[in-house]
């Protein structure tokens, strides 16, 4: 059994930055992939940004050239409204998908 646990969401003004960790334990194989995904009210969760664990890293185009994801953390920097949401952290290995509990994230203009 694998269990994750975010860390790091809260408020920021647009243009601020903030450092999502997702903390795993468990035990972990490879291959596998980390995800991170969000969701804001009314609309359906998305990928924001994953890695395997060879090291190949995949973005959403809206997050592309401002987020960084590594194999425990999200780096967000020039944030924006429309960031809002709460994201969460996903392990994917051995057909099994493992979730956090989410953090908020509140951008204001």
């Known amino acids: 059994q694998v269990r994750l646990v975010e860390s790091g969401g809260g408020s920021v003004q647009a243009g601020g930055s903030l450092r999502l960790s997702c903390a795993a334990s468990g035990v972990i194989f490879s291959p596998n992939v980390m995800g991170w995904f969000r969701q804001a009210p009314g609309k359906q969760r998305e990928l924001v940004a994953s890695?395997?664990?060879?090291?190949t890293t995949t973005y959403a185009g809206s997050v592309k050239g401002r987020f960084t994801i590594s194999r425990d953390s999200l780096r967000m920097n020039d944030l924006k409204p429309e960031d809002t949401a709460v994201y969460y952290c996903?392990?994917?290995?051995?057909?099994?998908?493992?979730w956090g509990q989410g953090t908020q994230v509140t951008v204001s203009s």
């Open positions: 890695i395997t664990s060879g090291g």
């Open positions: 996903m392990l994917t290995q051995r057909g099994n998908d493992y």
